[in-house]
């Protein structure tokens, strides 16, 4: 028996962006690029069939959805959903099933949900986290941003910096509560999805509850090819689930899996000596080389760079705490050099001492 699509809409929960400024990192099996998450955001995720699967597909039925919210909103060529942000344009199309042509002249949009995939032989997830109405727009840019930046070869998915909004207005939210701005996204994907996938409508009235109240338990309601409803914390026992959780917050996980990456010589710290040189090479956030060095004497050189590589290869670079600490036992350096380096090395992976 085939197996009905699914759509799962959760609220973010978890992350603490206070006074101290500091948030968790989570790496999720997607992979893509990086994505900041806070208490005012909604993630979804919608589960199909592979062979019924494009990268659009989702990301116009969530536009769609919210385009009477926000008539700015549609997907763009990187299927992320977007909303414009120039004057109307004159003779514009009033097709409000094209989710891609802008109607508006052309000015920066604003970002408010990105999309990642994970596709299998018989199954593909779709997810994004749209951007309700987060107070921490304009500090967003130094969780996301690295010193690095510039400097780093992978063979990831690179980050695409794009300027970011919020789906609802000032005057909504404050009217409504956040809660209910919330609810309001929530219901409005789910009936969606419900049309979409010409679903008996009374999905929408078995889904009501578990939008409009607070719920932390399971509670689900399953029709002949729909299941709605809530997921709550019990399910984390499940043994299957728990490894899985298990696994998400192990170190092996978050940092061992990242591809492969180059320090480029670029980097190089040539505020420290003129004939600097910086480069590494990391992979599954392994050190497997390093050519660093600050002597303008060949020879001098050569002694450095293998005397920092012996010290640094095959070492975890997240569990490096502080590599002015690290590079203190590094020979043929003067002290004041070794600091250097160190502090540079803290600057390039974000160590804080």
Not at 213 to 238: F, K, M, N, Y
Request: aromatic letters at 6%; glycine letters at 8%; hydrophobic letters at 35%.
């Amino acid at each position: 028996m085939a197996r009905p699509n699914k759509l799962m809409v959760a609220s973010q929960q978890g992350i603490a962006v206070e006074e101290e400024r500091t948030v968790d990192l989570v790496r999720r099996r997607s992979g893509g690029g990086t994505v900041f998450h806070d208490h005012f955001n909604v993630n979804y995720s919608v589960i199909r069939p592979t062979a019924h699967f494009t990268r659009d597909r989702a990301a116009e039925m969530i536009a769609r959805a919210i385009r009477a919210v926000n008539d700015r909103a549609r997907v763009n060529e990187r299927h992320d959903i977007i909303l414009d942000q120039g004057s109307s344009r004159a003779g514009a199309s009033s097709d409000s099933e094209d989710m891609h042509v802008s109607q508006y002249e052309p000015a920066t949009p604003l970002k408010i949900s990105g999309s990642a995939y994970k596709l299998t032989r018989n199954r593909a997830l779709h997810h994004g986290t749209c951007l309700i109405k987060s107070p921490h727009l304009k500090g967003i840019g130094q969780f996301l941003g690295s010193p690095a930046c510039g400097f780093m070869q992978a063979r990831g998915v690179d980050s695409v910096r794009s300027p970011v909004g919020n789906l609802y207005k000032n005057s909504l939210v404050m009217h409504n509560g956040f809660s209910n701005a919330q609810k309001d996204f929530q219901r409005r994907v789910i009936l969606a999805f419900v049309q979409e996938e010409n679903l008996d409508m009374t999905v929408i009235e078995a889904a009501s509850p578990s939008v409009q109240e607070d719920i932390t338990s399971t509670r689900l309601v399953s029709g002949p090819l729909w299941v709605v409803g809530c997921l709550g914390e019990e399910l984390g026992r499940v043994p299957q689930i728990e490894a899985g959780m298990k696994e998400l917050q192990s170190p092996d996980w978050i940092y061992g899996q990242t591809p492969q990456l180059i320090l480029s010589a670029d980097a190089a710290p040539v505020h420290l000596s003129s004939s600097a040189q910086g480069s590494m090479t990391a992979r599954s956030g392994v050190i497997q080389s390093s050519n660093i060095s600050l002597s303008a004497n060949e020879d001098a050189a050569s002694q450095q760079a293998l005397n920092i590589e012996g010290l640094l290869k095959d070492k975890k670079i997240h569990e490096i705490d502080d590599f002015v600490s690290y590079l203190s036992a590094a020979r043929f350096f003067r002290d004041e050099e070794k600091t250097a380096l160190g502090t540079w090395l803290n600057h390039m992976f974000g160590k804080t001492r």
